[in-house]
C-alpha cells in the first residue's frame, strides 16, 4: 500500500506517551480514510494515542470491498527503511516491484516486501468477489535499514487450532509456532479466527508490547470489547490474556519488543530525520534509488507535498 491519505502528517515515533513496561488497556479508536469511491480503509497505527507496536509502525485494514465496483489499483511508489507485510482475507491482490518480481497473494499467505534503502512496487486487486485484508509495515533497525531490497512471498503459515480459535502463525513466534517471515526485531503477529464462540487464555512475552485488532465482528480482552472501529492496546508485561470471540469473528494480534530507535515518518518513508525524507521525495521525483516497476500500465504516484514541521 501507499499512504494515500491526501496530506499525510509527519509523525515521530516518540511524540506520544510511551506506555512503560507495565500492562494498559487502551483503547485506540482508528481513523477512516476512502480510497477511490469505494474501499475504506481503517488506519490503526500510527495514531496520536500510540506510533508503534514493537518494530510494527503502519497497520491498515482495508476492505470488505465487493469487487463488483471498482477494486484496489496502486500505482508505482517507492519505500524506503521498513518491510511491507501484507495479509488478505478474502481476494487476491497482484503485487509487481522494481526487482522484477510479480506475485499473486492470496488468503493464507504473506508478502514480505524489505525496502532497504529504497524499492517501489504496486498493488492491484484482482477480479473476485470481495477484498478484504491488512497491510502492516515494520520499521528496519538502523543496522539494516540501508541494505539491498528483497521480496519474498510466503504460501503458507502454520496454524494451531485450540478451543475453537484458529491460530495463523503470520510473523515470529507464538505457542511453539514459529512464521517463516524474515523479520529483522523481535516481533510477532498472529491472526485469530473464531471457529465456535470460544474463550481462551493466549500465552504472551512480558518483554512484548500487543494491540489487537478485530478485524471480522468483536472481540473481548479481559472486561474490554473492541469492534472495528478500535485497536486495543495491552502494553507490556503480561505473561498472559483471556480473550473471548464469537463463531466467525476475526482479529490481529500484533507485538514486539518496544522499538528503541526513534523513528520519523512520512508518507511511504521510514526515516531518522527530515533531512531524509527530503533526500527520498528528491530521489523519487527524480527517478533515482527507488528503480521501475515493470509491467504495470499507468502513470506512478507522485509525492505529496512534504510538511516539515521542526
Ligand atoms: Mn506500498
Known sequence: MSDLIAKPQLSDSKDCPLAGDHPVLQKIQTRDAQIGEHLTIRRALPNA?????????????FGPLNLKTDGLNIAPHPHMGLQTFTWT?????LHRDSLGSKQIIKPGQVNLMTSGQGISHSEESLPDSVLHGVQLWIALPGSLRH?????AHYPTVPERLHQGLQLQIIAGEFW???APAKVHSPLVGVALNAQENTEVVLPLNPSFEYGILPLVGECTLEDHTVDLSSLL????GRKQVSLRMRLGAQALL????PFKEEIVMWWNFVARSEAELLDAVRDWEEGD???HVQGYSGDRLHAPEINCHK
Do not use: K, N, T, V
Open 89 to 93: 482475507l478474502h481476494g487476491e491482490i
Open 176 to 178: 511453539g509456532e514459529r
Open 289 to 291: 534509488r527507488f528503480g
Open 147 to 151: 541494505m539491498d531490497p528483497e521480496f
Open 254 to 257: 500484533i507485538g514486539g519488543e
Open 49 to 61: 494515542q500510540r506510533r508503534m507496536i514493537g518494530a510494527w509502525c503502519f497497520f491498515d485494514h
Open 233 to 236: 492496546y495491552l502494553g507490556c
